[in-house]
């Protein structure tokens, strides 16, 4: 069974910084792709970043040069540090791990609140 749980959710003001973290277990992690995406007040979820087994990355736009995704593959983990945040970056954040076409698994996600 395939379990994906977030954390490092908070609360924080605007200019500040966070770093989620994201523990996946159940599948083959190194083959796998792994995204974080996010979900506002009253939006759509989205997707923030993306980084395959190849350590090769994408970004939204609203957060390119502000997010950084990263993965450690002894740890099962991938992260996502956040800097210069303001208050649209408020949103549950969720993270997705996919393996080929037959797994996908969301999180139940996080909460960052970013105070102005």
């Known amino acids: 069974q395939v379990h994906v749980v977030e954390s490092g959710g908070g609360s924080v003001e605007a200019g500040g910084s966070l770093r989620l973290s994201c523990v996946a277990s159940?599948?083959?992690?190194?083959?796998?792709?792994m995204a974080w995406y996010r979900q506002g007040p009253g939006k759509e979820r989205e997707l923030v970043a993306t980084i395959r087994r190849t350590f090769g990355t994408n970004y939204a736009d609203s957060v390119k040069g502000r997010f950084t995704i990263s993965r450690d593959n002894a740890r099962n983990t991938v992260y996502l540090q956040m800097t210069k945040l303001n208050p649209d970056d408020t949103a549950v954040y969720y993270c997705k791990a996919m393996y080929s076409s037959k797994i996908s698994q969301w999180g139940q996600g996080t909460l960052v609140t970013v105070d102005p």
């Open positions: 159940g599948l083959p992690f190194t083959d796998s792709e």
